[in-house]
């Protein structure tokens, strides 16, 4: 008993952290992008004939993590896809986040609205009366402490005005002098009053710089040799603002408070642009000679360059020779308390006497590198690279940093380093200093990095050298892009949430009504299962998808055959009239094998999948697999452990069944049918099956498979709000498929455009249709065009007039066709209303997009939100045509109405390379014209669809080919494991042959499909059965292996009851073929009706996000039952076998009746 006390309380403990782990669900469990809404990236990856695939594929991906996410903290997710692409993944935010994010920006914006520069100050001040009470009413906004110490403010200026206009006024030279006094004692009340202002207001500029600061702390030695743990950057600086504006401090500790649950909330990026341009131009290795502090490698014009760079900014510096560059890790700079303590007091200084030329400009350091092709080694010197860097030690035996280059970049590198031994040349990633140590020797092939370098510094530029030159590796463009809204993620959630409930609902009804009490703890042990699953995940922090849900729904299904297995098996032995307790024993002994071998076929179909498949495929894969290994720990150690608890304590005596209740039912559940002598038939009916789906497939050709196996495009379109429905109902408009094809084929051009042709001809679906399966309001769009812009529009053509796009709008010149006549102003100043000198605009600080460009939009109509504005300038940048301007820095500010209603705005753009103090010429061509053409197209056109999925040719091919190896890799695998399981290779043929015999078949079904719906005098009667035109995607692959997982389980429970019937005989006989079949029949029907049961919830509730998945595994489980015993289990048997074994044996040598009782297990 003590041993099975100890495995009750590793059960509870663990089912305890489980619960732990996924509580509360709605921030422990995430959801991928087709639940959540989100995009899909796949970028190829070029790899040089002789560099090592693996590694190049495994560096590039440690890269763009590091470059999109560097902290670990969002939801990407970045795979290889093959062995030259990579998927990254983002989930949109939730709503909850997208409020916390629009609170936040509107506290921020109203701080910065409401900000009060000196100079603004004054100004308002010296306004007529009623100006400056308008003034003064803006400039407080709803702070009624500044509104009071604003007009405290205004009465000691009024008293300092009129003292000195007496002063002025006056001769008396007594007088004067009285006067002066007074003078002098009011202005220092007024310059008081006015600090007392100004403390309450924070400078926009320091806000947003506060919370763009690293949130992490460090430690360091001080003089004493302690180890001291330093504030954060931002940490510093919020007490740096505390201490400067104490009136502020509220407001401050307000908006920390929003940022800090923003950020908390956040799993993901807040945009799909900010990834593309995290991923544009990343990974960029260079080498630069630095500018020295003094002596020989000076700059002349150094003090010139630090001058307007502190005024300008580091992009807006003019220099032939030289240029600005970011340092990364400012930390790693300085190892001590004094050092940093030297840095923060004098940075200039700092880096002087080290020999560097470094200014400080808003909380970042810029060090001076030289700007020649004789001093530098950039993409712009030719195609080069780091072939590779490792750690190693110097002659000193200190830790230094080893790389190679690779023949170009040898040269190259020679040529830099021969002529600049002594001097410094730093390590530039992304154009930002990550080292720039002395070079002590001359550089070519193999190079070596000294220094005083932490473990951490040493693999940091380690993982710098060795990832080369990501954007020379990744492709500039995605080759393949989904997106999917959020509206359809929700109802994908919805829909797989439904789905689930039910599958667990009916399941659990017929384990209990069937097998009474053991089937309670079936259902236990069902529940264990989810909450493994979902434990499981939410410790790996891995996302749900839509696929992955079907895997949990298919698990529902397979969950219970581990439980029926050992209930069969229990009730074999209950009809011999073992005792419960013995019963339990030898249930669980018996069913064990059976249980493991289907299992583990289970698992191979999983890893398959997780290693060919994409992210959405995985997700499936892992959930499928979690739900594996779930079933074997709720089967045979959770339901053990209750059955042990109940038996052997007494508790349960006796077990009944619902077979063992209604003899009738047990005498149809094991017929004694001869299944050998049908073989003929079986073979026929097999034969016929397989030539018709053979047929089919051929008749069809590309026309099954998916965009995703042709390449194209496919859309999903939702039809816009019924102007006829109430604001509470929301109805959508509806129309049939019928008319949404007439609506495609009016875009024919006839020839003159072919895309626009090809597209007219596209496949159709209406999605959750209505009764008469055509009529929806919402329709998918598949064709081969891969131009996914020109199918946007086309699109937009056809249905303009029955969707909910976002507004036209209109502004102040928004019909100005050249940006001559645009309202776009040069960023020349630090201040909006100087850089657009118009009355209503304030003077908001722009000192961060110095050298870029301001576009002013006046008089908004409609009206319109702050973030969408953003988010509709966004989604064009997104696009092809503009994504060339995603490594701009650009803002859009509201300067007049609410966030939920701005009339006016201005967006701010910086280009980080060309600026308007350049040549205004190259910058107004390069700039402003795109920014203007962008603005208007994005503003003053509808916008677009639900979700947008694109396939280009190559990814095509590969998703083809992932398919085609996944499936023979399968193949191979199985057999593998079948033939070491039963050691003959005849019995591994038995149980893997059938599957090539069930593949092609639902093949064929799938087939069918595509013609019942298409063909008009059937195509109601599809709609009804809710049939659709299924193709060949990566969701359908999925199902056809996870079919082949579920078919080879029915196959291994019957040869392993074969076996197991033979004995020691050396050949199974007919006899016990037939009575073999027989026996596990009941198992059979039981476990593929409860399959059934889930694959036709998912079925009917899982919408078309997932019916084919569904359609194919029902027909699976069918053909699979089948094939299991019309064709597995007659192969192991042969006439000559038969012959000569009934010879050795005699006739029948399995039981077929039962046989005597055995000694009660309790006493033995």
């Not at 359609?1111 to 089948?1122: E, M």
Request: glycine letters at 6%; a neutral charge; hydrophobic letters at 45%.
């Amino acid at each position: 008993m003590q041993r099975l006390y100890i495995r009750l309380v590793f059960v509870l403990v663990s089912l305890a952290l489980l619960a732990w782990a996924v509580y509360p669900p709605e921030t422990k469990l995430r959801l991928g992008k087709d639940l959540a809404g989100g995009v899909s990236l796949v970028y190829g990856v070029t790899i040089a004939p002789n560099d090592d695939a693996k590694q190049v594929m495994d560096r590039t991906i440690d890269i763009i993590k590091e470059r999109v996410d560097p902290n670990g903290i969002y939801e990407i997710s970045v795979v290889a896809q093959g062995k030259d692409r990579v998927e990254i993944t983002m989930p949109l935010p939730s709503e909850k986040v997208k409020e916390l994010k629009r609170k936040f920006e509107a506290e921020l914006d109203q701080a910065g609205k409401v900000g009060l520069e000196p100079t603004r100050l004054d100004e308002a001040m010296a306004l007529p009366q009623a100006s400056r009470d308008e003034q003064f009413k803006e400039l407080s906004g709803e702070d009624a402490n500044r509104a009071k110490l604003l007009a405290a403010a205004a009465a000691k200026f009024d008293a300092l005005k009129t003292l000195r206009e007496q002063y002025a006024a006056t001769s008396d030279a007594a007088q004067k002098d009285q006067l002066a006094t007074q003078v002098a004692q009011a202005d220092l009340d007024y310059a008081k009053a006015r600090d007392d202002v100004l403390s309450t207001a924070l400078p926009a500029k320091d806000l947003r710089r506060l919370f763009n600061l690293s949130d992490v702390s460090r430690s360091l030695t001080d003089a004493a040799g302690n180890r001291v743990t330093m504030p954060s950057p931002r940490q510093k600086m919020l007490e740096d603002l505390r201490k400067r504006y104490p009136g502020a401090v509220g407001e401050l500790d307000r908006l920390v408070a929003t940022h800090d649950l923003y950020e908390k909330s956040r799993t993901t990026l807040d945009d799909p642009n900010d990834l593309i341009r995290l991923l544009r131009g990343a990974g960029v290795l260079s080498f630069r000679i630095t500018v020295n502090a003094g002596g020989d490698g000076a700059h002349p014009e150094e003090q010139r360059l630090r001058q307007e760079l502190r005024e300008r900014g580091p992009r807006n510096v003019k220099s032939i020779d030289a240029k600005w560059c970011k340092i990364n890790k400012i930390d790693t700079w300085y190892d001590s308390v004094e050092q940093m303590n030297f840095l923060q007091a004098d940075p200039a200084g700092f880096f002087s006497a080290r020999g560097y030329v470094v200014e400080e400009k808003d909380g970042e350091y810029w060090m001076l590198c030289w700007d020649t092709r004789e001093l530098r080694l950039t993409a712009a010197e030719g195609q080069w690279q780091v072939a590779k860097s490792f750690p190693t030690t110097d002659h000193l035996g200190r830790a230094a940093i080893a790389f190679e280059m690779n023949p170009r970049g040898a040269v190259l590198l020679g040529g830099l380093t021969r002529g600049n031994v002594g001097k410094k040349m730093a390590v530039l990633f992304d154009d930002q200093v990550y080292t720039a140590p002395t070079l002590q020797s001359a550089i070519s092939a193999n190079g070596q990095i000294t220094g005083e370098f932490s473990p951490e510094e040493i693999n940091y530029i380690v993982r710098v050298l060795g990832a080369g030159s990501l954007q020379a590796k990744l492709s500039t463009e995605p080759i393949s892009t989904e997106v999917i809204g959020p509206e359809l993620g929700k109802d994908n959630l919805h829909k797989g949430l439904v789905t689930g409930i039910w599958t667990f609902a009916f399941v659990a009804l017929f384990m209990v009504v069937y097998y009474f009490f053991a089937g309670f703890i079936a259902v236990i042990a069902l529940a264990v299962t989810a909450l493994f699953i979902l434990g499981v995940m939410a410790l790996n922090k891995a996302a749900f998808t839509m696929p992955g849900i079907a895997g949990v729904v298919l698990t529902f299904g397979n969950a219970v055959d581990a439980n029926v297995l050992i209930y069969e098996r229990m009730r074999e032995e209950f009809k011999l009239g073992v005792d419960m307790k013995g019963a339990t024993r030898i249930g669980f002994r018996k069913a064990l094998p059976a249980i493991l071998d289907s299992n583990a076929a289970q698992l191979i179909i999983c890893a398959v999948l997780y290693n060919f498949g994409s992210v959405e495929i995985k997700g499936f894969a892992l959930t499928l697999a979690i739900g594996v290994i779930a079933t074997l720990f709720a089967a045979l150690i959770v339901s053990r452990l209750i059955f042990n608890l109940l038996v052997d304590t007494g508790l349960w005596r006796k077990a009944r069944m619902l077979p063992m209740v209604i003899p009738g039912l047990e005498r149809a559940l094991e017929p004694k049918v001869n299944w050998l002598k049908l073989r003929p038939v079986f073979l026929t009916l097999s034969a016929v099956a397989m030539i018709a789906s053979l047929g089919a497939v051929v008749s069809l050709g590309t026309g099954m498979l998916d965009t995703a196996f042709r390449g194209g495009t496919q859309v999903t379109l939702q039809l816009g709000r019924d102007p006829g429905s109430s604001s509470d109902e929301r109805k959508h408009r509806v129309m049939t498929r019928a008319d949404a094809e007439a609506r495609l084929r009016k875009l024919d051009t006839g020839g003159k455009d072919p895309d626009l042709d090809t597209f007219s001809q596209a496949d159709v679906i209406p999605i959750d249709p209505a009764t008469d399966g055509v009529t929806s309001d919402k329709f998918k769009f598949k064709t081969t065009v891969n131009d996914n812009q020109k199918v946007i529009g086309a699109i937009s053509a056809a249905f303009g007039d029955v969707v909910d796009s976002d507004p036209v709008l209109k502004f102040a010149d928004s019909d100005a066709t050249k940006f001559e006549d645009a309202p776009a102003y040069r960023i020349l100043s630090a201040t909006l209303n100087e850089v657009i000198p118009k009355a209503a605009i304030p003077a908001a600080d722009v000192a961060n997009y110095r050298g870029g460009v301001a576009i002013l939009l006046e008089n908004i109509d409609p009206p319109q939100r702050l973030e969408d504005l953003s988010a509709r300038l966004e989604r064009m940048r997104l696009t092809r045509d503009y994504s060339d301007t995603l490594e701009r820095e650009r803002e859009v500010r509201m300067i007049a109405g609410t966030t939920k209603a701005v009339t006016s705005a201005v967006v701010l753009v910086e280009d980080p390379v060309v600026s308007a103090y350049d040549n205004e010429a190259t910058f107004d061509r390069e700039v402003t014209k795109r920014e203007w053409a962008l603005v208007r197209e994005a503003l003053t056109q509808p916008g677009q669809v639900a979700s947008v999925e694109n396939f280009s040719p190559t990814v095509a091919r590969t998703f083809q080919a992932n398919a085609v190896i996944s499936l023979g890799i399968s193949m191979v695998l199985l057999i593998i494991y079948i033939w070491v399981r039963y050691g003959t290779v005849r019995w591994s043929l038995a149980a893997t042959l059938p599957l090539l015999h069930d593949v092609v078949i639902l093949i064929g079904c799938l087939a069918m499909a595509q013609v019942l719906y298409q063909t008009p005098a059937t195509q109601k009667f599809a709609s009804a059965l809710g049939i659709l035109p299924f193709t060949i995607d990566l969701n359908m692959v999925a199902a056809i292996l996870t079919m082949t997982g579920f078919s080879l389980n029915d196959k291994i429970i019957i040869l392993d009851r074969i076996r197991e019937n033979r004995g020691k005989a050396k050949y199974a006989t007919g006899p016990i073929i037939n009575n073999s079949i027989n026996q596990t029949l009941s198992r059979t029907i039981i476990t593929s009706g409860t399959t059934l049961i889930s694959t036709v919830i998912l079925y009917i509730f899982g919408g078309e996000a997932i019916r084919g998945f569904a359609y194919a595994f029902n027909l699976g489980v069918i053909i699979g039952t089948y094939s299991s015993i019309a064709i597995a289990a007659p192969l192991v048997w042969s006439k000559k076998d038969d012959d000569s074994a009934s010879t050795e044996f005699g006739s029948a040598v399995v039981r077929s009746t039962p046989r005597p009782s055995p000694t009660p297990v309790g006493a033995a």
